[in-house]
């Protein structure tokens, strides 16, 4: 979930199409934070919460299994780990990420992925909650009740009155027989409500037809949650979409910009999505055309209508972008991009209301072919965190980057 509770933003009135550069820096250099990690480390994920809270989840693996872990934001850095499950059948995959969230006060919940059949994506959603600050998680549940041996997963959460809303990619479609008509067969795209009690509510089918392993999100505007995920039509144009939370449920969806990027196979390439008040803005990679692009989109409405998308970058990009607001009228995007040498280099870049770009600033790099950053702003510092490859073990890096 992503939403805010800083200063609203101001009201973006005109958003320029024709992006003007910046001459100043307004990032200073990375300070390295200890990990409060031990082992083979996979899976970093930040999640917004309750009372501003900052969540950091990642998987490590042990003789028992896969640890889900997490720990919190403590201004300057994050405190001691603890353990949500040690679970012997963890799916285990680097775009498609657990996550822990603090709800509210002592109520925290948790989502990861298990295995369902011995089959390499056979696995649900499951989510444990607590109810005393996450020293103690309850037995999990199932987010959803098909029952088939398929893949769910790409679980984006937001707080909703009834409990937890989870949204993700649902499967259970992908078993019917072979058709030439893709939208047979498609993965779906499906939301529910867990309650405190451990009640599954409100289930609802979103998209009968979305991309197979594109990552979903989900922010919170003044008119309701706001959804974006990677959508797949019959034709094979895979462009991002938004939907809103109107009336009790999830709207329709309707593509965000026409990119028209026909790829007949999902690129692994969600979208991010930040909201203050009616203000929204979504970040997002396109390669149509083979034209790879970082894109950025504001609407003032509460994503009823987008403006033009500004080029936050373009060349010899893999994507995996992230999104964060860092004042009343500025963004940080993250994405990666390809090295000469063969690895992927973890860049920053802040655009204002206006479509001012300020330089790109490369924070690291890393030695893994496929990691996605995860980003967010706290007191001045941005917070940055990845994965990279050390002695044929994942490793934990994260770095706090102070905003000028």
């Not at 009640?199 to 609802?204: I, K």
């Not at 969600?270 to 950025?296: C, K, M």
């Not at 893994?368 to 002695?391: C, M, N, S």
Request: net charge negative; with cysteine; hydrophobic share 40%.
């Amino acid at each position: 979930m992503r939403s805010f509770s800083r200063p609203t933003w101001l009201v973006l009135a005109a958003f320029a199409t024709a992006c003007t550069p910046a001459e100043e820096a307004v990032f200073g250099e990375p300070e390295m934070l200890s990990t409060p990690t031990s082992g083979n480390v996979s899976g970093p994920r930040l999640t917004e919460g309750g009372a501003g809270s900052l969540v950091l989840s990642w998987m490590e693996s042990t003789d028992s299994g896969t640890d889900l872990n997490f720990a919190t934001y403590e201004g300057s850095g994050f405190g001691n780990a603890a353990t949500v499950i040690t679970e012997p059948r963890m799916f285990v995959n680097w775009a498609d990420l657990p996550s822990v969230m603090h709800v509210s006060e002592s109520h925290w919940l948790a989502h990861w992925l298990r295995y369902s059949a011995d089959l390499t994506y056979s696995y649900d959603v499951v989510v444990s909650q607590s109810f005393d600050e996450g020293k103690s998680w309850g037995d999990p549940v199932t987010a959803h009740a098909d029952g088939t041996p398929t893949e769910h997963g790409f679980v984006s959460l937001n707080r909703d009155p009834e409990g937890v809303a989870l949204l993700w990619l649902d499967g259970r479609e992908t078993t019917n027989e072979p058709s030439e008509d893709v939208l047979d067969t498609s993965m779906t795209l499906r939301s529910a409500v867990i309650t405190p009690e451990g009640e599954r509510v409100r289930e609802q089918l979103v998209d009968d037809s979305v991309c197979d392993c594109c990552q979903t999100d989900v922010a919170i505007s003044a008119s309701g949650p706001v959804a974006v995920y990677r959508d797949r039509t019959a034709d094979e144009i895979r462009d991002i979409y938004v939907t809103r939370f109107v009336g009790g449920e999830w709207q329709a969806g309707v593509p965000l910009h026409a990119d028209d990027w026909k790829i007949p196979a999902c690129p692994v390439n969600g979208p991010s999505i930040v909201a203050q008040d009616d203000t929204v803005a979504v970040a997002w990679f396109s390669a149509a055309n083979d034209r790879p692009l970082v894109r950025v989109a504001f609407s003032n409405d509460g994503a009823m209508t987008f403006g033009e998308p500004i080029e936050i970058a373009s060349g010899r990009l893999a994507g995996w972008v992230g999104l964060t607001i860092i004042d009343v009228n500025a963004l940080a995007v993250s994405w990666v991009s390809r090295t000469d040498t063969g690895s992927n280099a973890i860049n920053i870049r802040r655009v204002t209301s206006d479509g001012q770009l300020d330089p790109v600033k490369t924070i690291g790099t890393t030695g893994q072919l496929r990691v996605f950053p995860q980003l967010a702003y706290r007191e001045e510092y941005l917070i940055l965190a990845w994965t990279d490859e050390i002695g044929g073990e994942g490793q934990m890096r994260i770095a706090r980057i102070p905003v000028l």
